[in-house]
């Protein structure tokens, strides 16, 4: 199939189909959807007492439902024009979506495992609304959706109209910025630690509770089986239960760890980030396959993120902040997911971002702000104490115990207090804070859109304030500050920021 787009004549007027594939990748993928009418269909025709026409059902279904694909691909057709994208679809309401070059931030590529049998491909158009990708494309050949990312590109970037074949637009294939072997995908695993197998396993039997034989969530229930196997548990020796707890402990343990790794290889394989000149590019995947170009231009901040664990290790992850944020996943423009800090600065240094140096100086913060905000909760508490003395029968001695609620808080405060610091050196913003999650934002004070200055009631009687920095694609803010710390920092992030032109910024790359 021809998947050239040429902009005179009929064919132009009619626009492109999506490949032919897509229908066998999306039946496939649609069959979980399939299985409540099958099973609806064979309950209805009576068929469940011929089970010779059980088959016969299913594959009427089977074919009304890939009747339906293909009218919905026959009427679906895609044109690029100078100024935008136009999607067209619908069966019997037609609907047509522009989409401006303009608004048009990163074009990604991804495919699934049966995508990648049928060399096919997902196109994505992600915009700078926070909503994710605004049209997608699915399916294309592979070829048609790497020419496809490149002339958007060219239009964005203002070249010529005639879009470059795939020839001209390939890339020389160099040595990795970063790239992630098994060793790192084993480690970065054995951090993720996970154990949402259970939740997952607890979801199903929720769901298809009424095929079980007991009440999942009804621990008498597990005791009543144990005991029908002869087991009495009120005979088990003290120790045989502390080793029966000890080895489901390490049972959990090692579950844990695998999901962690498991998951790690299935999103993380084969992890690498090229340098090219439309940008970065980054590929991953084991079963799905994602290619995303993320121009140079649209880089806003860095995030170097780290833990109390992996830190003293030395590990470190970096992502960026660009103007098409995805809110829907935080990992979408992670560059490096573990890294050193020799590895991830250069990177940085690719988008103009730089490492703060010996000579920048990081403050903490006021230690009353994280007081006031523990204090926040003491009514709370002191309204729980008297429910508890006068509802629960229990004595006043016992409610105190409430009070280690604002205790720990105070506590943690004080561990963020410590984490914490500010600074700006006259060219780039830096924030750390967080003590699990630790995270240290530099951004470019030439990025900065917007500066505000915020107080809350209870702030305003500690005399602190807020520095909150506006900047396409995310924010980033300052606590504890004095007011008059807050302003002279305003006044000398605005004498670099305000003269900047954004929408050539932006357009660039």
């Known amino acids: 199939m021809n998947h050239a787009l040429p902009e005179t004549g009929d064919h132009a007027a009619a ?33 469940r007492d011929q089970p010779e026409l059980i088959p016969i059902v299913i594959l009427a279904v089977l074919l009304i439902s890939l009747f339906f694909r293909w009218l919905a691909w026959l009427r679906f057709h895609y044109h690029v024009g100078e100024d935008d994208i136009r999607i067209e679809r619908g069966i019997l309401s037609r609907s047509a979506r522009s989409i401006p070059y303009d608004r048009i931030q990163d074009v990604s590529v991804e495919q699934k495992p049966l995508a990648r049998l049928l060399g096919i491909g997902e196109v994505k158009f992600e915009t700078g609304g926070g909503e994710g990708e605004d049209a997608k494309l699915s399916y294309v050949s592979l070829e048609e959706a790497e020419r496809l990312r490149e002339t958007v590109r060219a239009r964005k970037a203002g070249m010529v109209a005639q879009e470059a074949s795939a020839e001209e637009v390939a890339e020389v294939e160099t040595s990795p910025v970063f790239a992630m072997d098994t060793k790192r995908l084993v480690i970065l695993g054995i951090y993720s630690f996970s154990l949402v197998i259970f939740a997952v396993l607890g979801g199903v039997a929720q769901q298809f509770d009424f095929l079980l034989p007991f009440d999942w969530w009804d621990f008498k229930d597990w005791i009543g089986i144990a005991e029908e196997n002869g087991v009495d548990i009120t005979r088990i020796n003290r120790s045989v239960q502390i080793g029966g707890a000890i080895i489901a402990l390490t049972a959990l343990t090692v579950i844990g760890f695998a999901t962690g790794i498991v ?13 090219t000149t439309k940008g970065f590019r980054r590929r991953r995947g084991l079963l799905t396959l994602t290619d995303v170009v993320m121009p140079v231009a649209r880089v806003q901040a860095a995030v170097v993120e780290t833990g109390p664990i992996r830190k003293r290790s030395g590990w470190h992850a970096l992502k960026f902040v660009s103007l098409a944020q995805e809110s829907k996943d935080e990992s979408h423009h992670m560059v490096a997911p573990l890294a050193h800090l020799d590895e991830i600065w ?8 730089g490492a703060p140096t010996a000579d920048t100086l990081m403050q903490r913060g006021r230690f009353t702000w994280w007081v006031a905000g523990s204090l926040l ?30 205790a720990a808080m105070l506590i943690i405060g004080a561990v963020e207090w410590r984490i914490y610091r500010h600074a700006d050196d006259g060219a780039q913003l830096y924030v750390r804070r ?15 859109q917007s500066v505000e200055i915020a107080q809350s009631p209870l702030a ?19 606590i504890a500050l004095s007011r008059e710390t807050a302003e002279a920092i305003r006044d000398r992030v605005l004498a670099v920021a305000a003269p900047v032109d954004f929408s050539e910024i932006n357009r660039r790359g």
């Open 15 to 47: 626009g492109e189909r999506l490949h032919p594939l897509g229908l066998i990748a999306g039946l496939i993928a649609g069959l979980p959807q399939l299985i409540f009418p099958m099973f609806a269909a064979v309950f209805g025709t009576g068929s």
């Open 377 to 406: 909760v003491l009514p709370v508490v002191f309204a729980a104490m008297a429910a508890v003395t006068l509802f629960a029968d229990a004595s006043p001695a016992k409610s105190l115990l409430l009070l280690l609620i604002p």
């Open 263 to 275: 998951r790690t290889f299935l999103k993380e394989y084969g992890f690498r980030l090229d340098r």
């Open 434 to 448: 967080g003590w699990w999650r630790q995270q240290l934002t530099v951004m470019p004070q030439v990025r900065v």
């Open 460 to 478: 305003h009687l500690a005399g602190l304030v807020s520095l909150r920095f506006g900047v396409a694609g995310g924010k980033l803010e300052m």
């Open 346 to 353: 250069p990177i940085a240094a690719e988008a103009g971002i």
